[in-house]
């Protein structure tokens, strides 16, 4: 007889679809940064040929904790299958801690890792609780229009531009926050180590105005299996050069034994 007892099944995280591609492959599975539209990986995963699929995470249910998060992704992959995980900004804590969540319960299910635009931890970061602060008490159209003037570095379509200026409107502010207080407890230093059979690389702009070379070098460093790739952009590689942001994917994916 079936139980009448009501399951609390928690929700897919939400997940957007970039473009068709090789079924036969690895989908790719972007995090975007906080604030961040996952429109910013659109060309690039179409670039690759690969299915790509982007997360928009601050616009699913909470908690917005980045280990929550990262626990939820990890439900998704098992969804989608094998996946190359892309992580831009905070959405590459993200993508490591659901690296290690699925090795931990021994899934083989990340084939390659690609991280952009980010670091192992926030030291020499800047002030995060100024960011905080700015989110809970700027909030608004001109806050805004800053954070994705100083995101992209380099010259990107105008209508893509406006588009990710108007994304942040859909986005609650106390789930921002959220994710950025989180950040500030997470180092991935001793994380990093256990991805040690998952094919990665490591990208940096060369502009980025958030993050800094010495950032991307720590976190190519304690990355096992990785290389360190720097572009000619500012804080959104993927979407500032999308062509040779897909070579990058596409050497990773050249790595993986399927």
């Known amino acids: 007889m079936p139980s009448t007892e009501k399951m609390n099944v928690r929700p897919v995280l939400k997940h957007v679809k970039l473009c068709d591609g090789d079924a036969g492959k690895p989908a ?10 996952p429109e910013v990986f659109a060309a690039m995963a179409e670039s690759t040929g690969y299915i ?40 590459t804590v993200i993508a490591v801690l ?23 931890n926030t030291r020499g970061l800047g002030d995060i609780d ?9 909030w608004g159209t001109a806050f805004w229009e800053a954070f994705s003037t100083r995101c992209i570095g380099t010259d990107i379509p105008p209508q893509l531009m406006e588009r990710l200026q108007a994304y942040p409107a859909q986005l609650n502010p106390s789930a921002v926050a959220e994710s950025l ?22 990208v940096h702009g060369r502009f980025d105005k958030a993050r800094t070379m010495a950032h991307a070098t720590e976190l190519a460093g304690a990355l ?31 790595r993986i034994l399927i």
């Open 28 to 37: 790719l599975l972007c995090l975007p940064g906080a604030m961040c539209s």
């Open 52 to 91: 790509g699929y982007g997360v928009p995470w601050l616009e699913s249910e909470g908690p917005f904790d980045l280990v929550s998060l990262a626990q939820r992704v990890s439900e998704l992959i098992d969804q989608l299958g094998k996946v190359i995980l892309v992580g831009h900004s905070v959405g």
């Open 98 to 120: 659901a690296a290690r969540q699925c090795m931990a319960d021994g899934r083989n299910s990340v084939a390659g890792l690609v991280l952009s635009n980010s670091g192992a």
């Open 130 to 138: 100024s960011l905080i602060d700015k989110v809970s008490m700027q």
């Open 181 to 202: 207080a989180s950040l500030k407890a997470i180092d991935l230093l001793p994380v990093l180590p256990s991805l040690a059979g998952i094919p990665a690389a490591v």
């Open 224 to 254: 096992p299996a990785s290389s360190l790739h720097v572009l000619e952009t500012g804080h959104t590689s993927a979407a500032e050069a999308p062509a040779a942001f897909a070579g990058i994917v596409q050497s990773v994916a050249d």
